[in-house]
Nanobody, 115 residues
């Protein structure tokens, strides 16, 4: 059973930064793709950023230039560096991974951007 554990969420003022971490219970190289999704209250979960095991990154238009997804294979961890945060970035952020066509989700971490 694969487990994904997120951390790093919290409260930040507009313009601030946070770094989310997603620690996997097995080698992240075994996942075809890993990424981050967000879900704001009353809205559907939506893609924020993904990273394939080949190193290809993809971002939602709303976060391009502000967020960066990266990985540390030695730590089995994927990161989401979030800069220039806006109130509309407020949401629960979920780590996601796909391995052998099976989708895995973390429990989510809350990010709140407000003054």
């Amino acid at each position: 059973q694969v487990q994904l554990v997120e951390s790093g969420g919290g409260w930040v003022q507009p313009g601030g930064s946070l770094r989310l971490s997603c620690a996997a219970s097995r080698s992240i190289f075994s996942f075809y793709i890993m990424g981050w999704y967000s879900q704001a209250p009353g809205k559907q979960r939506e893609l924020v950023a993904t990273l394939t095991n080949g190193g290809t990154a993809n971002y939602a238009d709303s976060v391009k230039g502000r967020f960066t997804i990266s990985r540390d294979d030695a730590k089995n961890t994927v990161y989401l560096q979030m800069n220039s945060l806006k109130p509309e970035d407020t949401a629960v952020y979920y780590c996601h991974a796909v391995r052998l066509q099976i989708h895995y989700w973390g429990q989510g971490t809350q990010v709140t951007v407000s003054s």
